[in-house]
């Protein structure tokens, strides 16, 4: 703030408390102080000012914007306060307005780099980069030390892709000032950009040291660390962000986020109540929570959820894709249809929408979409394990290795190919037995839980039929555990194997049993397989069973699932 006064303004005693009193950051006490001083000065100029700066400090730019109009009214002449008025007039989105006084400010003082850096931000904010960089050039060249200018056209560079002066930019300022930490905050956001997380991560955490309560810091590395799969640590940095900010809603939506991956339903469930306890129009805290909610079997709650971000986003494919699942669930399939069919309609392509729709309409198609069994296993893969070994029960793959032991009488089975592999429950019931063992999944995620392990000597993320048809095949047996619940025609799967193999083998697999003929895309989304379906198969690829036996695969809702065990040799 200019210190100087009109001649018939108050005294320079009383601006220079104000002053002082603003300084110390109390622009209350400079406010309740102006009265008195600008009923006896109405046309104070210098008095406006503060008491503009002052309602700036506290909030109130309305009252802000008005005292620095009477600021220009009185002083026309004065550069601060059409600088300060383009300034507030910035904070209220009033662009056009802001530029105009800015540039007013520099037509009366062109050497006035703080509103060269006020118009800057003004372009900046409505994405004129190239202008706000002339700006802050501008503002830079006049004062070659100022650090915030020099941030901002940092930032700006980030934006259109122009790394290099970005960082130039940000190294440029730590060369003049070590402690600043928005520098270092923004070096971790281009390295996090590129894909560099450690060094993204080294910044953000630099940024930290010099400024312990940096909420964005802390809320960034906890980005960087997800990124990374460190699940813990990221967690850990978006519980200090809300420490600092606890109103803070998308730090509370990723914590909910990392819960959910960690299988701690009941307390994502309470995380994704507070997201919306502070943002009541967080659509994608409502969905998630639908989401808890329904694999918490506390199904009405989660129509609640879906149906209140329904209301917000209706056009959001998400939330029919949702809510038919979770009708679909509760077996109330007329709903479940209804809103696959708006799914459809949003998303004309969405390869979900057109399987379950088949399922529920009795279309039985060849097989289940790719993209579908991708995003299917990819959401799940974190909870795998837990839902269906801890509480679906679900026990095949030690039941069929102990089949195959049991018929063949020998602890070295070979080469063995784990088509579908997932997170690994038959590599670990089978390592011991094979002198290699390679494994295949469609789910990078499922693949990422089965690395974890460090059991198979090979995983590669493909498609099944894509990989049969080009990769060379010398596998003494195949194993294939729940993967062809998601094919139906598995005429194409027996033929790769027998014609490419490189020597004779053996096909293991699971299928969902089923009376009828041959194989049915049943209302669950999954196929079964009758045996008989499965002996034409062998005849005509000219395969031999070996075994065949029926075993409960897994419970769903009240019922078990009974499945067919398949040893079949080529």
Request: aromatic content about 10%; hydrophobic content about 35%; some cysteine.
């Amino acid at each position: 703030m200019d210190k100087s006064q009109d001649a018939k303004g108050p005294s320079k005693e009383s601006i220079r408390h104000l002053v002082s009193l603003f300084n110390q950051g109390k622009p209350l006490k400079v406010l309740e102080l102006s009265q008195n001083l600008i009923s006896q000065h109405p046309k104070s100029f210098i008095l406006w000012n503060i008491i503009g700066a002052a309602n700036n400090a506290l909030g109130k730019t309305n009252k802000a914007v008005k005292a620095f109009e009477k600021v220009t009214k009185f002083n026309p002449t004065y550069p601060d306060g059409f600088n300060n008025l383009g300034s507030t007039l910035r904070e209220q989105g009033k662009f056009k307005a802001a530029e105009k006084a800015c540039s007013r400010a520099i037509i009366l003082n062109p050497n006035y780099a703080t509103a060269y850096y006020n118009l800057g931000n003004t372009f900046k904010d409505q994405n004129k980069l190239k202008q706000a960089i002339e700006a802050f050039k501008k503002a830079i060249s006049i004062n070659p030390d100022y650090i915030d200018a020099l941030n901002n056209l940092g930032i700006v560079f980030q934006n259109q892709g122009e790394i290099k002066d970005a960082l130039e930019c940000f190294t440029t300022i730590l060369k003049k000032n070590p402690n600043f930490a928005s520098a270092y905050f923004n070096i971790g956001n281009v390295f996090k950009e590129q894909g560099d997380l450690s060094k993204a991560i080294e910044n953000f955490k630099q940024a930290l040291a010099l400024n312990p309560k940096y909420v964005e810091a802390y809320y960034n590395l906890g980005n960087a660390f997800k990124e990374k799969g460190d699940l813990k640590a990221s967690l850990k940095a978006f519980r200090q962000a809300v420490s600092l900010k606890p109103l803070f809603a998308e730090a509370h939506y990723n914590i909910g986020n990392i819960l959910v991956s960690q299988n701690e339903l009941e307390t994502a469930e309470e995380v994704y109540k507070k997201v919306i306890a502070v943002e009541p129009s967080h659509v994608k805290a409502y969905i998630n929570l639908g989401y808890v909610l329904k694999n918490l079997s506390k199904f009405d709650e989660a129509l609640a959820a879906y149906k209140k971000a329904r209301a917000i986003d209706p056009q959001n494919a998400i939330i029919y894709n949702n809510l038919g699942n979770a009708f679909r669930e509760q077996g109330k399939l007329k709903e479940a249809l209804e809103n696959y069919k708006k799914l459809i309609y949003y998303e004309p392509d969405n390869p979900t929408a057109k399987h379950m729709i088949a399922s529920l309409t009795g279309d039985n198609t060849n097989t289940a979409p790719k993209e579908y069994v991708e995003r299917l296993f990819d959401d799940f893969a974190s909870r795998f394990e837990k839902s269906l070994v801890n509480e679906l029960g679900y026990e095949v793959p030690k039941t069929v290795v102990n089949i195959v032991l049991n018929q063949f009488g020998k602890n070295e089975l070979g080469t063995v190919l784990d088509l579908g592999c997932g997170t690994g429950l038959l590599g670990e019931e089978i390592r011991k037995y094979c002198k290699k063992l390679e494994g295949i999944d469609l789910s990078a995620s499922m693949l990422q839980e089965a690395e974890k392990k460090n059991i198979y000597d090979k995983i590669d993320q493909v498609d099944i039929m894509e990989y049969l048809a080009l990769e060379t095949l010398d596998f003494d047996y195949y194993f294939s555990l729940d993967v062809f619940l998601y094919i139906g025609n598995l005429s194409e799967i027996f033929r790769l194997i027998k014609s490419r193999n490189q020597k004779k083998g053996k096909l293991i697999f699971s299928t969902e049993h089923t009376e009828k003929d041959g194989f049915c895309l049943e209302k669950t989304g999954r196929y079964s397989h009758s045996k008989k379906y499965i002996e034409n198969l062998c005849r005509e690829h000219n395969f031999s069973i070996l075994h065949f036996s029926t075993t409960n695969l897994r419970k769903e809702n009240d019922n078990i699932i009974i499945g067919g065990i398949y040893i079949i040799e080529f």
